[in-house]
């Protein structure tokens, strides 16, 4: 009897793997593949900077006088072309119409001189009127012309005079300090408030002097906003070098729909060529363990989708743009696993779940 069910129990494990074996070919682990290859290493270099706003004016009179009207406080936004302080200016209107009054005088000489030169060549010289007459009245309307000219640009400096009374703000911007009060008399060059640019934001950043010969064209710089890096366009490289810390200034524009603010402190990532190649894989290749190890996993056979995995270990060099430089371990071609390389065993047969165009 015993044999009797040793001879069944085999004959049902048989049939148990026949059933079953295109299950367990259907279970085999689905992974993505990448082609080992050599490319131009890139060093990554932490920065850390300031948000400058591109303009920052210590706003001034131009005119003295008497501070009458101040319409903006500390933290108000503006526009370019309001009016934020207002000097007295009742004496300089009153100028200013004593200007206008002299201009219209004598704007109305010039008509009448015109009118006489005119009725004098009309009756004709030298017969019923002498020519030097008609000479004279000739010399009146020039003089008379020349007047009107010089009272016509009194009458435009006073009225600019009148304007200057009117402290407009000269771009778009944010109130940072107010430095006047009502009734103080001020004079050109007296801070009266301080405007800053908010809206056109620089970014400032001392890279070490080491740098600068390497940067170029394929440059680039990536700021931190929150959580994520955004590229953001180098402006200026300024090649002066400070003397105590080595370094020079790195300039960038503000990212668009970034949430800077002037005096921030702002981190970002440079990426400057070493002008050498090298082996990469994906970071997401990489497997590290405690003890220090560092392995890849090798994918080879290649019979239709299914492929043989081993593990290797290689060493590491620099990191960037999401790959790694391998120094040891790899020699360019080989087929790494880097998507479901999470729980492989050794010798497993994987297949092809989507591969990774390069």
């Known amino acids: 009897m015993k044999t009797a069910y040793t001879a069944i129990g085999m004959w049902g494990l048989v049939l148990t793997c026949l059933l079953t074996g295109p299950a367990w070919a259907q279970q085999a682990p689905g992974v ?77 000489l010039l008509d009448e001189a015109e009118r006489r030169l005119a009725e004098a060549r009309s009756v004709g010289a030298g017969r019923n009127i002498a020519a030097t007459e008609v000479r004279s009245r000739e010399s009146d309307v020039v003089a008379t012309r020349a007047a009107l000219a010089r009272l016509e640009a009194v009458l435009k400096r006073m009225a600019v005079r009148v304007r200057r009374h009117h402290v407009e703000a000269p771009f778009d911007g944010v109130v940072s300090e107010r430095s006047s009060d009502l009734g103080e008399w001020v004079t050109p060059g007296d801070e009266l408030l301080r405007l800053v640019d908010t809206t056109n934001l620089r970014l400032d950043f001392q890279v070490p002097q080491e740098y600068l010969t390497r940067l170029d064209d394929g440059s680039g710089l990536l700021v931190r906003d929150g959580q994520s890096l955004v590229d953001a366009e180098i402006s200026a490289r300024i090649p002066v070098t400070d003397p105590q810390s080595r370094t020079f200034l790195l300039r960038a ?70 790959r790694v430089e391998v120094t040891e371990g790899l020699i360019g071609g080989e087929q790494v696993v880097v998507r479901g390389n999470e729980s492989l065993t050794e010798g497993i047969t994987v297949r092809i779940a989507e591969r990774e165009a390069r």
């Open 32 to 108: 993505q593949l990448e082609t080992v290859s050599e490319e131009t290493i890139i060093q990554e270099v932490s920065l850390n900077g300031t948000v400058n706003p591109l303009r920052v004016s210590r706003i001034s009179p131009a005119v003295a006088g008497l501070l009458d009207t101040v319409r903006v406080e500390a933290g108000d936004r503006v526009s370019k072309g309001d009016v934020l302080v207002e000097l007295d200016d009742e004496q300089a209107v009153f100028e200013l119409e004593a200007a206008r009054a002299e201009t219209n005088q004598a704007r109305a």
């Open 253 to 322: 524009l503000q990212p668009e729909a970034t949430g800077f603010w002037p005096g921030m402190a702002v981190q970002a990532v440079l990426r400057v060529s070493t002008g050498e190649k090298g082996l990469t894989v994906s970071r997401d290749a990489i497997n590290r363990y405690p003890e220090g190890r560092v392995t890849v996993w090798i994918a080879t056979g290649g019979d239709g989708d299914a492929y043989a995995v081993s593990e290797k270990r290689i060493r590491l060099g620099t990191v960037f743009k999401g």
